[in-house]
């Protein structure tokens, strides 16, 4: 018997908001959309780009992890197959729907989580890589990426530590908290 494969892979920015909902037996199911780009150069030397929009599926844990994480506007690479769908319409015709049935996500861009308060008191000095502002607390992190501070080790008793076995570990009167 002859092999098959069914595997899409996508990476591209999600063009709505994910939509959560719960099948009647309480099973999660998630749906967005996603475009993709594509960008080539005529005989002419003359730049085209075109854009693909696809309908994205995710069920149960995905699913809920989906509508919690993303947005639109993110950038993220999925993974799974393609499935097509028929039904009867209100109107009596028979509709049909391609979509991308998920069971792998990624997301590809950093986003800022900001509470009501944090959103009021955005400091504009900056730009975050979302075009939002930054924090003096980014800041903060960023100056320290870049001068990286050396660890204080923590000073050791004067006894030295005698062999335990794997199942218990050797406690030091200084690492007790009281």
């Not at 730049?47 to 149960?60: C, G, L, Q, R």
């Not at 109107?91 to 049909?96: A, I, L």
């Not at 075009?131 to 923590?154: F, I, Q, R, Y």
Request: hydrophobic letters at 30%; one cysteine or more.
């Amino acid at each position: 018997m002859a092999r098959s494969l069914n595997r899409v892979q996508l990476i591209g920015n999600l063009t709505r908001d994910p939509e959560l909902r719960y099948t009647p037996q309480g099973t999660a199911v998630c749906s967005f959309g996603l475009a993709t780009n594509r960008t080539w150069n005529t005989e002419q030397g003359e730049k085209k780009e075109e854009s693909e929009f696809h309908k994205i599926v995710a069920w149960n844990k995905l699913a809920e992890l989906c509508s919690q994480f993303l947005q639109k506007g993110r950038k993220v690479y999925v993974e799974g197959r393609l499935a097509t769908r028929s039904w009867t319409g209100q109107d009596g015709g028979q509709r049909n729907a391609t979509e991308i049935v998920i069971d792998d996500m990624i997301l590809l861009d950093y986003q800022k989580r900001e509470s009501s308060d944090e959103s009021a008191e955005s400091t504009p000095s900056g730009q975050s890589p979302l075009g939002g502002a930054v924090s003096d607390e980014e800041k903060t992190a960023e100056a320290s990426k870049e001068k990286p501070e050396p660890k204080a080790e923590k000073p050791t008793s004067a006894k030295p530590m005698t062999e335990t076995s794997s199942s218990e570990e050797a406690v030091m009167p200084d690492d007790i908290p009281f």
